[in-house]
């Protein structure tokens, strides 16, 4: 077939192919409904819709789905950050000034991040307590160590949101959040409970996650829009760091007031307040991990026992490291006293057993080790290694007449090194505080007849005491009775004659 002298002419097999006209091909985005994110009030209904299909009869579906890793992530719910001028009609030029407007960027910063705060409080308990007792994925036991007291601060914050939109102008604008601050504070102390139990919520949490409901459960939500790729632990500590981030707010609305503002004062206040809130549930929640570590040490013999690890009442720092064999070791440093140890499961739960005698902390020997310097365990296994295996070494030593132990450590980077090196220098400088402080106190003595006198002093009138009981069969009471009423009589003349002087 010709057309205006172009051939465009092409032969085709036949083909027995039944073809699809185009009109009904239909594009793959078209057939995938577009993703929305669930509300929080239906989530929990679908996600146990989705869950009380499985049986204890299929539990291959528990296991990781192979072909899910080819399904496109579904979208994130972002949480869109907000400002004040964003949000409220504001004229620059008219009305207030650049300082003025960044004080009332730091006031709605303070409002907007408790209504963020409350909101992911509300997720945690309707998307991932609520459903996991439901469906029976964990006890309500356990639920409620992991969760703590987290239902008690969703009204806490609550009140202070009220108090905080009840100040605001209908312009959007607020004069003084001080004097509510004040007010409001103090409520925070609630938080002591919820703080003191996180270590072991954490605890609980990783060691429920070898269950495969509870990390197929986890992990679905992990994958739904609503969590923002956070885990359930994230959710857990947001109220922590929550805490921590009050004093930072406030100084930055102080910062942006004027000296001459009637909320300067209140601010001020305020900031006082919770530095004292925020430095005691600090204490009382590393007094509360201190004890949790020592009640999970497994002593092989009762020689390992150690006052030192009994009087302790924080953990400087702990974590995991290796000795020159490639001996993972969980060590920890208290504030007198360091232990390594090796992690253990005892009747389900993770625990730590001494790996060798507690070194104190006074007669420790540190020694910074550089990158190369020690060699690994084993001739053929040192031949082979490479460079990363021997970097990241820091040694320590101690020994005491005939105990003696000699230990390279390896953290997992340079950083980790550093941290662990200046934990150690910081406690055995306060260690060496301590004894030097404690040897001022033993060095005057409370002799035997009541008198603070020196070390040396007390020494000998004990030994003359003991000398005259020894040799003496009589009854010293009344001799010992004279002699004290001639120390007073000396003393007191003495003290005139000082006087005297004087």
């Not at 730590?352 to 990158?371: A, W």
Request: glycine share 4%.
């Amino acid at each position: 077939m010709v057309l205006d002298g172009v051939f465009n002419f092409t032969w085709k097999e036949p083909s027995n192919k039944r073809v699809k006209p185009l009109s009904r091909v239909t594009s793959l985005a078209s057939l995938i409904p577009p993703v929305r994110a669930t509300p929080l009030k239906r989530f929990s209904q679908t996600l146990q819709r989705s869950i009380s299909f499985r049986s204890e009869s299929r539990p291959d579906l528990f296991s990781p789905r192979p072909w899910s890793r080819n399904v496109p992530p579904a979208n994130t719910k972002r949480r869109d950050s907000k400002l004040w001028s964003e949000t409220f009609d504001v004229c620059v030029n008219h009305m207030l000034t650049s300082k003025e407007i960044k004080r009332q960027e730091a006031i709605f910063e303070l409002s907007q991040g408790e209504e963020d705060l409350i909101e992911d409080l509300k997720l945690a308990k309707k998307a991932y307590h609520d459903p996991m007792l439901k469906l029976s994925i964990m006890t309500e036991q356990e639920l409620n160590q992991i969760f703590g007291t987290l239902d008690s601060l969703i009204p806490l914050h609550e009140d202070l949101l009220r108090r905080l939109q009840e100040v605001r102008k209908p312009d959007g604008s607020t004069d003084c959040v001080g004097h509510i601050l004040v007010g409001w504070l103090p409520c925070l102390n609630s938080y002591d409970s919820y703080c003191s139990n996180q270590v072991a919520a954490k605890a609980l949490l990783d060691h429920k996650k070898q269950d495969h409901r509870v990390q197929d459960f986890l992990q679905r939500c992990l994958e739904s829009p609503f969590s923002r790729k956070l885990d359930l632990w994230n959710f857990l500590d947001i109220p922590r760091s929550r805490l921590v981030k009050y004093p930072l707010l406030l100084r930055e609305i102080l910062r942006h007031t004027p000296n001459d503002h009637p909320d300067q004062q209140h601010l001020e206040e305020a900031i006082n307040i919770i530095q004292g809130i925020v430095a005691e549930i600090n204490i009382k929640t590393g007094e509360s991990e201190c004890q949790y570590y020592k009640e999970r040490l497994i002593y092989l013999e009762e020689g390992q026992r150690d006052s030192l690890i009994d009087n302790s009442r924080a953990v400087c720092c702990h974590g995991e490291l290796k000795n020159n064999r490639g001996v993972k070791l969980h060590v920890f440093l208290f504030e007198e006293v360091l232990v390594i140890t090796r992690a253990v499961t005892h009747n389900d739960h993770l625990c730590y057993q001494l790996y060798r005698q507690p070194i104190p902390v006074r007669e420790l020997v540190l020694e910074d080790l550089q990158d190369g310097e020690v060699r690994l365990g084993g001739s053929i296994r040192g031949a082979f290694s490479n460079n990363e295996r021997i970097k990241n070494f820091f040694r320590v030593s101690f020994q005491n007449g005939s105990q003696s132990q000699t230990h390279s450590l390896q953290a997992n980077d340079s950083f980790n090194k550093q941290q662990w090196l200046n934990c150690i220098r910081q406690a055995k400088e306060k260690a060496a505080c301590a004894g030097k402080a404690g040897g001022l106190e033993a060095h005057f003595l409370v002799s035997p007849n009541g008198r603070r006198v020196a070390q040396g002093e007390a020494a000998l009138e004990q030994m003359e005491q003991s000398d005259c009981e020894s040799d003496c069969s009589m009854d010293t009471s009344e001799l010992s009775a004279d002699c004290e009423r001639m120390e007073q009589t000396n003393s007191c003349e003495s003290e005139k004659q000082i006087e005297t002087n004087v």
